[in-house]
């Protein structure tokens, strides 16, 4: 009995010593949550944020640093707000600032300037995950123009004599980040457009797909959505094989081009972001397109005609010795595809040949 007595008491013990051990563990992941700071990349035991008074001197020696143009002495406190969060407030030369966002913004600035652009991104990302409030608009506008500066300008040599090289993948990357950070027709539309053009460049047609459809699926009012249509289908066109090949892309590509050609008649109106200027460039583009949508329906169309006219050659020479009931069925399936291929694309040299077969194979009959 005693033994039995000491075995319940000691199961008791283990019991709460195990539960106490759980709740403290669940205290201090609730601890370290509330103290997240996104974007930094490691973490460490103290997530709070940093002391008020101390952000703030810091962020006023920066601040004065910077007017005084000794920038590298700036960044490196500036970028102190990096790894720790700070909600202060501090006011300097009548105007209000948010140390931290402030000062991740100031030194994203200054990173830009000297040519650091991968950094510059890095820092301006870590503002629109951590700091929501802060002036988004303008992070945003930041985060679109480092992207497209990485992406599209020649990399700045690091101290002036070591060369950056560009990597694709890094820049597909931080667009995919802008269209998620950035979600709304100001800056997600832009992102992803400028990924489907890099990816197009890179040769990753399927994710130059996948972002020209997100455009169109999640965005349909924005004007991009009317070169998205045109990018697609001239992507599935160069992804076709030829007309002795499955034609899945080729009909893809004639389904755009001509989505593309129903759907935008007109061009569409000028953007609520969009400048004068930037408009009558797109209405030139615009005209281009439309001209080469026009050439590319046309095109598709003779190479499913041809395609066609292929098949129902083939089923006419040697249907008979692989179809079971050829016998049954004579000239229908090859006359089938003949039909086709005029119906597709009437003014072809392939609607031509394929009239000829059909008339042989009636005087034939006859």
């Known amino acids: 009995m005693t033994k039995l007595l000491l075995t319940i008491i000691i199961s008791n013990a283990l019991f709460s010593f195990v539960l106490l051990g759980q709740q403290s563990n669940s205290r201090y992941k609730e601890e370290e949550k509330e103290y997240l700071f996104p974007g930094t990349g490691f973490f460490v035991k103290n997530r709070k ?11 006023r020696e920066a601040y004065s640093l910077e007017l005084k143009g000794e920038y590298g002495k700036a960044l490196s406190l500036y970028e102190r707000f990096s790894k720790r969060r700070s909600d202060a407030l501090v006011k300097i030369d009548s105007k209000q600032f948010k140390v931290g966002p402030e000062a991740l913004f100031r030194a994203a600035r200054i990173r830009e ?8 991104f890095d820092l301006l990302r870590l503002i629109a995950q951590a700091y929501s409030d802060y002036e988004f608009d303008i992070v945003a ?8 500066r990485l992406a599209n300008e020649k990399l700045p040599k690091k101290w002036g004599l070591v060369p950056r090289f560009r990597s694709g993948s890094q820049d597909r990357m931080r667009l995919n980040q802008i269209a998620g950070l950035a979600k709304g027709p100001k800056f997600a539309p832009r992102a992803l457009m400028t990924l489907a053009e890099i990816s197009i460049k890179d040769d990753r047609e399927e994710e130059a797909i996948d972002a020209l459809q997100r455009i169109i699926n999640l965005y349909p009012e924005n004007f991009l959505c009317e070169k998205a249509y045109y990018l697609t289908a001239d992507i599935y066109r160069e992804m076709s094989s030829g007309s002795s090949y499955d034609q899945g892309k080729s009909v893809k590509a004639l389904n755009y081009y001509e989505d593309y050609l129903i759907l935008y008649q007109e061009i569409p109106p000028r953007g609520v972001h969009e400048t004068e200027k930037d ?7 615009y005209s281009q397109r439309k001209e080469l949508a026009e050439e590319g329906r046309k095109f598709m169309r003779e190479t499913l005609a041809a395609s066609k006219l292929e098949i129902g050659t083939y089923i006419e020479e040697y249907g008979k010795y692989y179809l079971t009931n050829w016998q049954e069925l004579g000239d229908g399936p090859a006359l089938q595809f003949y039909n086709e291929a005029v119906t597709v694309a009437p003014e ?7 009239e000829k077969r059909i008339a042989n194979l009636k005087n034939r009959v006859e």
Do not use: C, H
């Open 49 to 59: 944020p940093y002391e008020n008074n101390e952000a703030i001197n810091w962020f």
């Open 113 to 120: 300037t000297r040519g650091d652009w991968s950094k510059s």
């Open 141 to 148: 506008s930041s985060l679109m123009r480092v992207a497209e």
């Open 279 to 285: 408009f009558k460039l797109r209405n030139i583009q």
């Open 348 to 354: 072809s040299a392939a609607a031509r040949a394929a």
